[in-house]
């Protein structure tokens, strides 16, 4: 294989990971939503208050911002790898904010 083609293959592996972050992000984005919601649901009936509503919040703006970035990587030739290194450290931290959540609720559960 000549390095342009490893180049090539490279690039194409790097544009499905980043279509895979953009429609992953975009449904993140109901799931944060609904977990707002399902949250609030739950303080108002059991009276225990937490902060993971907030926190789902700004993760829903982690992973809108998932998707924009990883669209305009779709968009442009400028500054690509680090727009897509970019869109992985995003989608990357908007998951972790989803874990520490999740642990949250099952704290606040328990």
């Given at each position: 294989m000549t390095p342009q083609q490893r180049e090539q293959q490279h690039e194409q592996?790097?544009?499905?990971?980043?279509?895979?972050v953009f429609s992953i992000s975009a449904g993140m984005v109901g799931v944060c939503?609904?977990?707002?919601?399902?949250l609030r649901l739950l303080a108002s009936h059991s009276h225990v208050e937490t902060l993971g509503d907030d926190i789902l919040a700004a993760d829903s703006v982690l992973f809108m911002l998932a998707c924009v970035l990883s669209f305009w990587s779709f968009k442009?030739?400028?500054?690509?790898?680090?727009l897509r290194r970019a869109v992985d450290t995003v989608f990357l931290a908007a998951l972790g904010c989803m874990v520490l959540v999740c642990a949250m609720i099952a704290y606040a559960l328990v």
């Open positions: 592996r790097e544009q499905a990971l980043t279509m895979q939503l609904t977990g707002i919601g399902l442009t030739d400028r500054h690509l790898k680090a």
